[in-house]
Nanobody, 119 residues
Framework: QVQLVESGGGLVQPGGSLRLSCAAS????????LSWYRQAPGKERELVAS???????TYADSTKGRFTISRDNAKNTVYLQMNSLNPEDTAVYFC?????????????WGQGTQVTVSS
């Protein structure tokens, strides 16, 4: 059974930091690209950051220099370190795992974790 379980969300003051974790099971974690998305109330889900199976990273312009995505294949876990948080970062954050090849593709989502940035 595939599971992606996020944790680490919560309430933080502007300028603060949080680290989100996403623990995975039920699939070959090291072969998958991993991403964090977020969705704020009334807005579409947007990509925050991605890390490929080879370790390559990409970030949304709004998070570059503030957020860092990393993965630990030994622990089947992907992380999102978020620094210098501002109220615009308030959203539900979702973990995503994706695999694509010539012969098959698969994609999984976590249930989300709420991040609220407020004084």
């Amino acid at each position: 059974q595939v599971q992606l379980v996020e944790s680490g969300g919560g309430l933080v003051q502007p300028g603060g930091s949080l680290r989100l974790s996403c623990a995975a099971s039920g699939f070959t974690f090291s072969s998958y690209s991993l991403s964090w998305y977020r969705q704020a109330p009334g807005k579409e889900r947007e990509l925050v950051a991605s890390i490929l199976s080879n370790g390559g990273r990409t970030y949304a312009d709004s998070t570059k220099g503030r957020f860092t995505i990393s993965r630990d294949n030994a622990k089947n876990t992907v992380y999102l370190q978020m620094n210098s948080l501002n109220p615009e970062d308030t959203a539900v954050y979702f973990c995503n795992a994706r695999f694509r090849s010539v012969i098959r593709s698969s994609e999984y989502w976590g249930q989300g974790t709420q991040v609220t940035v407020s004084s």
